[in-house]
């Protein structure tokens, strides 16, 4: 299946991914063959909150190719382009350039977008929803570092409850067989059990434990992530705990020999700086990946047909996202939008609760 | 006659802007021709004030071309680029690039810049006097859409007292065969004299009007500005008047079937979003238009000859411009330039009068 | 000898600049036969000050070789980046581009940043330290106007006492044959003693003076520098000494005719606007000429192999860099260490003093 707009990971199969994967494969081995092939293409780079990581890795992955970027990079950018509503940016942005990477602190952004944008959207990043590309990052290191996505002990690392790279990450590698999660986080940052039922309806196994050192002889890939201390009620328990879920060169020393260990950094002391020299530690190669999976990416959404995108009726329905972080809420003229999921109807941009008012 | 800087639309005979057309439809109807025909060649992009829309429309111009671009984009960058003359900036990005690319709120920026620069100057925005290249846009989409600019009747709509984006339209329209004006404002809001003037002198026709429903079914384009609520002494007749001045789904009912909807954007609330849907609509393709226009305007600029201007005696004289707003007050070197036209002697730089003290 | 990273001027022999400077004079002798030779190419450009002339000079430097940039340029970028250590954002430029510009307010930046890159580090400025291609800059005019760097009388005025673009060019115009230096400056402004002595031991000539116009019939080269009002303990001996040391069309006419009047630029009141159109005044030239030396720099920069850096270990010592301005004051885990020349035992980084503590 094509994707015309990456918004969300759930759009990403397994069988998809593979095939971005071979072409970013071939952009690692011989990456002369591919400097000149956007040659006259444009990113649109709209970062309504600064995010100076995936900002440089998706520039440098178009510049990489040939192509070129224009956008804003700054909060205050945000207070420039308003006086316009995100459609009408979205429009003028869809005049000048082939495909449009889209930052913003409100879920569910990049599906608006994706309504009034006659080139692809991409995802980089909507508040606390998705970040696909850091999903294709992490996939990618794995498959480059490993060969393959299968059969793997997966540790996910640090607070599993209110991590969106972590959420993403398990949702996509349900979609490859035979893996084993082991989750591993304070109880009161645990996976959420709708995430726990997702893994199971997928077929897949995991454990859920609180001490990374025991974990740590039976993983294969070792995600870590960050244990703020703004998440606990009780300061006295973060004290309690955060030396736990530091890794250290020596909590390392009982890890299998082709252990990865992962990070979607920035990192701040939740991995030690004597992790840096080890060989199993792949976060700034990962960094790497990123750069050549999004080179991929952005050549297939380069070389789209235009399409003007179909005419949106305005809002007028009775029906209002409950999310307050929902873009909804800031841009009115929005259709409200469903989405149904067994039982559940819920709203196709942000995926929060929808409420009849 | 070829034109060295773009400082003002008065400087464009409608031969000009045919031989720039031409160029600038085979880029929309071959792209790929010229991907690689500034490879190599530099524009600055000075913008003394932000302006994200004409900043991102020259940017992807210039890149479309394998060109590139570096400069500065916000307010913040003009204390930043202080301390020094104006001059000096000037002179330190022609050491850099092909051509620059100028925005301020001073009136009469470009046309100061254009007498320190080795290289070739495009004003895109001085204050309240030019922005010749929005003019171009403007022009391109009447041909692009009507194969030529003969014979229309033209509506301008809005605040035509103090727009400049229709004074200038109006200015560069007269130049073209059998214009006919349909000035749609406001009695407080109407076009002023002096270019009233002017249409007649060029032998052109025009009506005033105050109500846009009435006009429609004559206009061959509807060319669309904002009310705004701070141009009226009085905030009731603001309230009485403002919605006369937005267009809507039901206004263009009886308007002609080839009509084209023009606007310079960003739109905010003078055009509804249900005229979005409608093909008459044609401000966003407009915005596209500007890109490809922009394209050919820059292919002739980063390809003249450098010459480095003849030496400019600083300001010692006894006279001074009375605009507040012009170059002059504030880069006190700037010798006093004068025009004449017929009894009328003004700035050169930015068209005030001048005093003698 | 080969230079990978370009830290300091001192790292600079006359033989390097000279083959560097062939290939600049190539390119501008022949531009297009370079504009695609970086093709694909990136440059990451992390100004934690900003410095719009420098970066512009190497953005265009980069762009005109048909490479490209992304990064940040101004002072807010600084605290964005906040949250990881300088170590780590190397780490992550180096993932993206092949070769890293750097611009800091602490000295020693760029010696640290070395240490943790994979790809060459060019130093844009470290404080009042260095800013060497300020240097190679000033060597290129000199080249390129006057054939070769021999025999001259090189007058360097202003506040050569704080100066580091005299400094810098002072040590490396000493690695040149036959250099006479005319110190020009205020008393209290004077060369430091540290300078002289490193004349002397190069074995080059140079005179003391007060007087820039007694000095000027003798000069081949005067390189002007600002004398600032908050140096003065006395402001009296400022308003005394300011007119002095400012260049004037009347104090050139008793120079020599082939003189070279440069200035790193901005110039404030030190150069007098009568001078601009002197032919002898070619600090405009000189902006040109450094656009073109930085391109030579960055087609070898760019085109050597990746190499991960040897593990560094963290700072765990008893020494500390006395230099409050010294990147190890703030980079806590940067190790300490020691440059040795001849008895002394200074900061690898910043030159500084050492202190066991």
Same mark, same amino acid.
């Given at each position: ?11 990403? =199969? ?18 002369? +063959?591919? =400097? ?10 709209? *970062? *309504? ?23 804003? =990079? ?51 990043? +909507? ?10 990052? +992490? ?6 570092r ?28 349900? %979609? ?43 993983? +294969? ?31 390392l020393?009982?890890? %299998?020999k082709e252990l990865l260990v ?13 992790v840096d020299a080890d060989p199993r530690a792949v976060?700034?190669d ?29 809002? %007028? ?35 929060? %609760?929808?409420?009849?008012?």
């Open positions: 299946m094509e994707i015309r707009h990456l918004i969300s990971i759930e759009d990403v =199969s397994a069988e998809w991914f593979t095939s971005l994967y071979s072409i970013c494969r071939d952009m690692i081995d011989h990456p002369g +063959d591919f =400097s000149g092939i956007c040659n006259g293409k444009l990113m649109a780079s709209l *970062f *309504f909150e600064p995010s100076t990581r995936t900002n440089f890795s998706f520039q440098s992955a178009m510049m990489r190719l040939g192509g070129n970027v224009f956008g804003f =990079s700054d909060p205050s950018a945000t207070s420039r382009a308003k006086g316009e509503s995100l459609a009408d940016t979205i429009r003028m942005c869809a005049a000048y350039a082939d495909t449009i990477v889209i930052r913003s602190p409100l879920e569910g952004a990049a599906k608006a977008a994706s309504l009034y944008s006659a080139i692809p959207i991409i995802n980089a990043g +909507d508040g606390g929803h998705m970040h696909p590309t850091q999903t294709l990052t +992490d996939l990618t290191t794995i498959c480059q490993r060969g393959e996505i299968r059969g793997f002990n997966i540790g996910l690392c640090g607070d599993l409850k209110n991590g969106r790279t972590v959420h993403s990450l398990a949702i996509a590698l349900s %979609k490859f067989p035979d893996i084993r999660f082991t989750l591993i986080s304070p109880r009161d940052l645990a996976m959420p059990e709708y995430l726990l039922t997702y893994l199971k309806d997928h077929g897949q196994n995991y454990v859920e434990v609180t001490n990374l050192e025991a974990a740590m002889p039976h993983l +294969d890939v070792l995600y870590m992530t960050r244990v703020q201390r703004e998440r606990f009620a009780d300061p006295l328990e973060y004290e309690r705990l955060k030396n736990v879920y530091i890794l250290t060169a020596k909590k020393e009982r890890a %299998k992962m990070h979607p950094l920035p990192r701040c002391e939740e991995i030690a700086m004597d976060y700034f990962q960094a790497r990946y990123g750069m050549f999976i999004r080179m991929a990416l952005l050549l297939k959404m380069t070389h789209m047909a235009r399409e003007t995108p179909p005419p949106t009726a305005s809002h %007028k329905g009775s029906q209002r996202c409950k999310n307050p972080a929902c873009v909804t809420g800031q841009e009115l003229y929005l259709p409200i939008l469903e989405k149904t999921n067994g039982e559940n109807i819920s709203c196709a941009y942000c995926d929060g %609760k929808l409420l009849t008012i």
